[in-house]
């Protein structure tokens, strides 16, 4: 199988720090391609230095809402100056309302700059939400929804949501939350995405699937925002193909089906910052 991992951290220091192995799991692992997200300004020097070493990986950058407090005052001219200096997306972006200490005017105002940014400089976008569907969805229609593709990353939204943000230009991602016998809300947000728009993802090294095999790895990174429910197994790209068993058992098809589907997804919404 084919895999492309439409979401991951590989500059977080519990990857990088063991990130010629990791490389090389994901390799064998059938994972040929990673779509690497920068969270803030203060590792987007990490995330291009990972893409330009390595062929397999696609950068992105972005300001993360929960990063916002780090911010400095040029931070909008530093991140166009990243992404007009090669091919890379925008993300991870987005809005959270389960955050605490919580900011919603700010979140909302940095988030619609990188918007307008990503359409500006024509890049498709990776997109964070929790608990602000509604506030996302309003904003994305004031926005003219996403106007050079975009992905919602490790979907937790209704299976009601799922047909407007396609038509908004949205892929649907999953990630190892999906493989949770008890996740039925995102088990029926799953069965409503077209096909054309599924990918999947692990969004390493955070949201192990389950059956994640002990690696060894460094615990969590003092400083890093808590995620209620977080395992402390360190994620890997390696471990999408359990995300790939997970999804094909949900929808009655086969893993190497959703290996090719989520490939060529993938392939379709970044071929504008793809390398050659």
């Known amino acids: 199988m084919l895999l492309f991992d439409a979401h991951c ?13 990791v490389l090389n799991r994901a390799e064998r692992a059938g994972v040929r391609q990673m779509l690497c997200c920068g969270c803030h300004e203060r590792n987007w020097d990490s995330v291009l230095a990972l893409a330009q070493a390595h062929p397999q990986i696609v950068p992105s950058f972005g300001i993360h809402p929960w990063y916002m407090q780090g911010m400095t005052n ?38 619609i700059a990188q918007l307008r940014l990503a ?40 299976a009601e949501l799922v047909k407007p943000l396609e038509e908004m230009g949205l892929y649907i991602s999953f990630s190892g939350a999906i493989t949770r016998p008890g996740n039925k809300r995102g088990h029926r947000a799953l069965a409503t995405v077209s096909p054309e728009r599924l990918l999947i ?50 929808l009655g098809r086969t893993p190497g089906w959703v290996a090719e589907q989520t490939f060529a997804n993938a392939n379709r919404l970044l071929a504008g910052i793809m390398k050659c």
């Open 201 to 250: 993802e692990t969004d390493s090294p955070d949201l192990p699937p389950v059956g994640t095999p002990a690696v060894a790895g460094t615990p969590a990174v003092a400083g890093t925002p808590a995620v209620a429910g977080a395992a402390s197994v360190v994620n890997e790209p390696a471990n999408l193909a359990l995300v790939a068993a997970a999804v094909a058992g949900i």
């Open 119 to 158: 359409r500006s400089l024509k890049r498709p976008v990776s997109l964070h939400c929790r608990k602000a569907w509604e506030r996302l969805r309003k904003i994305l229609n004031q926005e003219g929804g996403i106007g050079w593709g975009g992905l919602i990353h490790s979907y937790s939204g209704s």
């Open 74 to 111: 040029g931070w909008l001219v530093t991140l166009e100056r990243f992404l007009s200096g090669q091919p890379s997306g925008v993300g991870e972006i987005g809005l959270d309302h389960a955050v605490t200490p919580r900011a919603d005017e700010e979140q909302e105002a940095v988030f």
């Open 9 to 21: 951290h590989l500059q977080d220091e519990r990857l990088a720090s063991c990130l010629p192995e």
